[in-house]
């Protein structure tokens, strides 16, 4: 199994173990997931982790976005480079919503704007959103 399978694997369990819902609660209620996977400019990973720890997921909770787990690869060619990481939203438009409230928010343009002052920490940002399936377990 591939790293991208394997935290992909490990996102979707962690989603049931922090919400307890079941799939078709989820479809019934609109809650999508989404996993995020940033790619870093050599070297950056860690002042990436350390705006995440510092301000980043603050600054999601006050504009509703949940943070559900992050994750870091321990294998090649991702380690050192990479950050996974799983939110929850209300639904794809609370999603929307969220993201652009969050991207002009002043806080997070002045943090964003002093972790880069020596440069840029994010080569590439992939977002996929999800939807738990009906057979998905309970832990």
Not at 42 to 55: C, I, M, S, V, W
Not at 119 to 130: A, N, P, Q, R, W
């Amino acid at each position: 199994m591939g790293a991208g399978a394997m935290v992909s694997a490990m996102a979707g369990v962690e989603v049931l173990a922090q919400t307890g819902d079941k799939a078709s609660a989820s479809s019934s209620t609109g809650v999508v997931y989404e996993l995020r996977v940033y790619h870093t400019y050599e070297g950056k990973l860690n002042d990436l982790l350390a705006r995440f720890r510092n301000h980043t997921r603050t600054i999601f909770n006050r504009h509703g976005i949940h943070s559900v787990a992050y994750w870091t690869p321990t294998d090649a060619p991702l380690v050192g480079k990479t950050l996974f990481y799983v939110l929850r939203h209300p639904s794809r438009a609370a999603a929307t919503a969220n993201w652009a409230a969050f991207h002009d928010d002043p806080e997070w343009k002045q943090v964003s704007a002093a972790s880069e002052v020596n440069g840029k920490l994010v080569e590439s940002v992939e977002s996929t959103f999800l939807q738990l399936t009906d057979f998905s377990p309970h832990l």
